[in-house]
């Protein structure tokens, strides 16, 4: 099969597309004919070995796909040959066959598009996670997004919306904060040219915020703490701008808590939420309440090109890679 090989960590240069043997289902698994894979951030973070787990080489990157059933291994019953699947990968999306454990693999609605399922499960999964399970976001509470345009921070807005919260959306430009106004933000805020924590306290009458989505960390850490208001809650997401040092006596005097959520261990740990929160999504989604942005779409020959967009910070939404 064709796939995108990494042989060695680094950048994505690193990259090529080349033959590769397919792979064999073993117990559990599933064998997918991939027709389309989406880019996350992680992809970039797995070809330079500083992701969670460093597959070895050689291996296609790719953690999320929309393809059909080609077989299932000992054990699974629960799909069949010819169907069509969303599935988390553990890596292998970018190529043309991918195996995936029967745990991480959901049917695609019929009305849903191949381009919407390969990026729809771990954008709007990881937000739901974070903010259902750990934040515990309540109807009428407000919710600050940081990245609120990218692939994890567009959904966070349009589930904190679908919740009943009213959503205020931060991110870098002003077209990047145009498009999660176009999905339901409330408030907008320019954190290269404004100041985070005072325009949060303008927004919610000096009170700050409830929660706080953040998928960047780094520099704007510090100011998406004080935004928060007494009893928030601050949900770590992600560390593209770097991982912040949490000070425990900015907890302390406003009752407010650190908590971390990760898709890939809440997926272990978790499955019966997880499988919750999949089915309350694609019921939102029916219901026109989520609606997936998916910003631009490249043949497989082109992945590099698709995660180049990502590690650049030009995309918004979801990028996609047909195969
Ligand atoms: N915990 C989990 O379960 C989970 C699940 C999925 C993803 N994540 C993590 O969440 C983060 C975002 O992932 P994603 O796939 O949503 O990425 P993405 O689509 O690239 O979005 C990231 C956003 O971060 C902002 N950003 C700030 N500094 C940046 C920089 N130096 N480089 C790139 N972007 C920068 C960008 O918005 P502005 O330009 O507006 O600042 C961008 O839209 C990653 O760290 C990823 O590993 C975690």
């Known amino acids: 099969m064709r796939a995108m090989i990494c042989n060695a960590w680094g950048g994505l240069d690193t990259l090529h597309l080349s033959d590769h043997p397919a792979p064999?289902?073993?117990?559990?698994?599933?064998?997918?004919?991939?027709?389309?894979?989406?880019?996350?951030?992680?992809?970039?973070?797995?070809?330079?070995?500083e992701y969670q787990t460093r597959p070895a080489f050689?291996?296609?990157?790719?953690?999320?796909?929309v393809g059909e059933v080609i077989e299932c291994g000992e054990g699974v019953s629960e799909f069949s040959p010819?169907?069509?699947v969303?599935?988390?990968?553990?890596?292998?999306?970018?190529?043309?066959q991918a195996l995936a454990d029967k745990a991480d693999c959901f049917a695609v609605p019929d009305e849903m598009s191949d381009d919407i399922a390969a990026g729809f499960l771990i954008g709007y999964v990881s937000s739901d996670t974070?903010?259902?399970?750990?934040?515990r976001l309540e109807d009428g509470e407000t919710m600050l997004v940081l990245g609120a345009a990218g692939g994890v921070g567009l959904t966070a807005v349009e589930i904190g919306k679908a919740m009943g919260a009213r959503v205020i959306a931060a991110a870098s430009s002003a077209e990047k904060l145009a498009l999660a106004g176009a999905h339901g933000a409330d408030g907008l805020i320019n954190y290269t040219s404004e100041n985070l924590k005072v325009r949060v306290l303008e927004l919610t009458d000096g009170e700050g915020a409830d929660v706080c989505f953040d998928p960047v960390g780094g520099d704007l850490f510090d100011a998406a703490l004080s935004s928060l208001g007494w009893g928030g809650r601050f949900l770590h997401v992600g560390f593209v701008g770097g991982i912040p040092q949490v000070p425990a006596n900015r907890l302390l005097v406003k009752h407010r808590a650190s908590l971390g959520s990760s898709l890939r261990y809440f997926r272990h740990h978790r499955p019966d939420q997880l499988r919750t929160s999949v089915n309350e999504l694609l019921r939102l989604w029916r219901t026109g309440l989520l609606k997936p942005e998916i910003s631009a779409v490249y043949p497989l020959s082109e992945a590099v090109q698709a995660m180049d967009a990502i590690e650049s910070r030009r995309a918004v939404g979801k990028v996609v890679v047909q195969i």
Do not use: C, K, S, T
């Not at 064999?24 to 070809?47: F, K, S, T």
């Not at 974070?130 to 934040?135: E, L, P, V």
């Open 24 to 49: 064999e289902p073993g117990a559990g698994q599933v064998l997918l004919r991939v027709i389309a894979a989406a880019v996350n951030y992680a992809d970039i973070l797995m070809v330079r070995g």
């Open 58 to 65: 050689p291996f296609a990157p790719g953690l999320e796909a």
């Open 82 to 84: 010819g169907q069509r």
């Open 86 to 96: 969303m599935a988390f990968l553990n890596h292998g999306g970018f190529a043309e």
């Open 130 to 135: 974070a903010i259902r399970w750990q934040g």
